[in-house]
């Protein structure tokens, strides 16, 4: 089983003034970029990790279930822009259990998270803005996005996706 205070330490260590993470900052960058949107921002959120910011008792940790999706969403999330990653999720776990949270396949994996995240965003627009979408044009747009997403990663996420040990 992981040690969660792994992930608590990993967490710890990329911290920023202003309790915004370096990976979190630079994902908005990136998101800013790509959708053409300034002020963008959501909060992603680590299960069982950080309290549930719109429960009244906000000291409480919010906890998946295995069986939800990998970036989970309750309704009330939706419009106050959360996302839950799940690291419940059976492949989370086995990667932190294999690895650990200080490793570069778990900062891949917290790397692909976001982009399903920015992905779902940019399908959500242009929903808004061709409210008579077809496959090919979602699938045009995943493409965009997707290239635009790994493009920027490689000149912006260096250090956090391909250091053996990451360090702020």
Known sequence: MRS?????????????????????????????SILGRTGFYRSYFWKGEDPDPLAMDSSTPFDCDPRHPAIYQRPQDVTAGVYWINTSRPLAEKILQRNSADSARWREYVFQRYVDIILREAIYLLGKEEPTLTPDDISRKVDDVTTKIHDQAAQDLDRFLFDDKFST
Do not use: A, M, P
């Open 4 to 32: 969660k205070s792994s992930l608590t330490q990993w967490r710890k260590k990329l911290r920023l003034r202003g309790g915004s993470t370096t990976s979190e900052t630079r994902v908005n960058s990136i998101v800013s």
